[in-house]
């Protein structure tokens, strides 16, 4: 599937919420069903401004069968975030939020008759920023409550660590560990990114 990657603008972030939001809204075992892009795009940037931190909004783009590229996933990547594991001192990017348009909707809706899986994209996207920024390639995530179960063993087929529940955060993370916290290490970051290097 040939796909594109783009910064996020706030009319992306408008017309993924008038024509993907009201779709996904309806799908219950989506984690982000009530989200807003166009709250989360400004609050992203206002929010880690005030903590010193860089927001890096992204758009995956997809062809549809008639040819034509439409924005198929969305994240927001927070750069030099506390690394999860604090057994091993330093930064890595945390991925915020991310979201990959309903397969069955691109089908249906917007003629996109092999939706691709996009769950790997995103987070190569957050590893290959961390790996240019000299992190090499660490990343960590939250596993939003409302994805349940199904949230947590996505991620690990991504091949992600979870942290076990029993860890402690970095002081500067200032939530409790509830269990859905995922990261991966210098190892696993490169071994996920070689297995999208043929594709890039």
Not at 66 to 85: H, N, Q, T
Not at 118 to 141: C, F, P, T, Y
Request: glycine fraction near 8%.
């Amino acid at each position: 599937m040939d796909i594109r990657v783009t910064d996020m603008t706030a009319r992306d972030a408008l017309w993924w919420d008038m024509r993907l939001g009201p779709k996904h809204a309806s799908i219950a075992a989506r984690a982000d069903r009530l989200w807003s892009w166009s709250v989360l795009l400004p609050m992203c940037h206002l929010v880690q401004r005030a903590k010193r931190r860089y927001c890096r909004p992204l758009v995956i783009w997809a062809r549809t069968d008639k040819g034509r590229f439409m924005r198929a996933g969305m994240s927001i990547v927070i750069e030099d975030y506390p690394y999860l594991d604090v057994e091993h001192s330093g930064e890595s990017n945390f991925v915020w939020f991310m979201s990959a348009a309903d397969s069955r909707v691109l089908a249906a809706e917007f003629g996109m008759s092999h939706p691709p899986a996009l769950a790997r994209v995103l987070l190569d996207n957050a590893i290959v920023l961390s790996q240019n920024a000299g992190l090499e390639g660490r990343i960590g995530l939250h596993a939003a409550p409302p994805g349940g179960d199904g949230l947590l063993v996505m991620y690990g087929r991504c091949g992600l660590t979870r942290l076990p529940a029993s860890a402690a955060l970095p002081p500067s993370v200032r939530r409790r560990n509830d269990g859905r916290f995922f990261y991966a290490d210098e190892r696993v970051a490169e071994s996920l990114a070689a297995g999208l290097d043929a594709s890039r």
